[in-house]
């Protein structure tokens, strides 16, 4: 059956229950106050690298993950002689579903689970919670959101109310990717493409920022601006032959070579 336990709604059997909050990679409370009702627990959906070549399953720290019609899926199935069980979790969706059978063969229970979930979150997908205006924010953080470019592509840095920064291209559908500050001017991606890599805000000798660095690529305010990390425009001599290129017939450098 599936269930949101924070939503209310029916219940998991009892001997499945406890793993949900734990499958979904979140830590539930243990009665004692001030303690969270769902920390997240690190490693539990990172995927390593699966050992087939699917790259819709995968497992993470002891739990099997799996993509099921556009969900992210954490979970595991089980058997004994006599008994099929299932249980399937979607954090994004906060629902979980669970399949018991008394049967030693037959049927595809992690399947069953899959699908109980996605009819759930088609028919009753999580309402987002309210926007918000951000109450207390980080100027230093406003001054690196709006359009960078990737020598002639635009994306989009925006900060998010949890401190985090997204990073989008424009005019894509696309998600982008999220990344968290781990120290002064350096962030880590943890969603999205550029995951575990390192966005580094670089400045200039009056500290004002200059470019970003991610990984290989290099963004900048405008697309090949002069005086800037990848400056543009045309060698004052103009475009002409380069020494030792191949040429033309006409003597023209077959790919155009400005000195």
């Known amino acids: 059956m599936p269930s949101r336990p924070a939503r209310g709604g029916s219940a998991p059997p009892a001997s499945c229950a406890p793993n949900c909050p734990t499958c979904s990679g979140r830590r539930p409370t243990d009665g004692r106050p001030g303690t969270a009702t769902a920390t997240r627990i690190p490693g539990t959906r990172c995927s390593a690298p699966p050992e087939s070549a699917d790259p819709d399953c995968g ?3 002891g739990l099997q ?28 969706q906060d ?16 399947e ?13 997908p999580v309402i987002p919670p309210p926007w918000r205006p951000a109450t207390d924010v980080d100027l230093t953080l406003v001054d690196l959101t709006g359009p960078w470019y990737w020598g002639a592509r635009p994306v989009a840095l925006r900060l998010l109310g949890d401190g985090t920064l997204q990073l989008t291209p424009i005019g894509v559908a696309n998600r982008g990717t999220q990344f968290r500050r781990t120290a002064d001017d350096r962030w880590l991606g943890f969603k ?9 805000v670089c400045r200039d000798a009056a500290g004002a920022v ?20 990848v400056p543009g425009g045309v060698d004052p001599a103009g475009w ?20």
Do not use: M
């Open 65 to 92: 993950l799996l993509r099921h019609e556009g969900l992210e899926l954490a979970g595991h199935t089980g058997s004994v002689p006599g008994f099929l069980a299932a249980l399937w979790t979607c954090p994004d």
């Open 210 to 229: 200059s470019h970003l660095d991610l990984g290989t690529l290099v963004l900048t305010r405008g697309p090949y601006q002069p005086a800037t990390a």
């Open 95 to 110: 629902v979980a579903a669970v399949v018991l059978a008394n049967v030693t063969t037959g049927p595809q229970i992690g």
């Open 240 to 259: 002409r032959a380069g020494s030792g290129q191949p040429t033309t017939g006409t003597g023209r450098s077959v790919n155009g070579s400005a000195g």
């Open 112 to 124: 069953i689970a899959a699908d109980l979930l996605k009819i759930v979150a088609d028919r009753e």
């Open 192 to 200: 999205g493409f550029y995951a575990d890599e390192t966005l580094r």
């Open 59 to 61: 497992y993470g720290l």
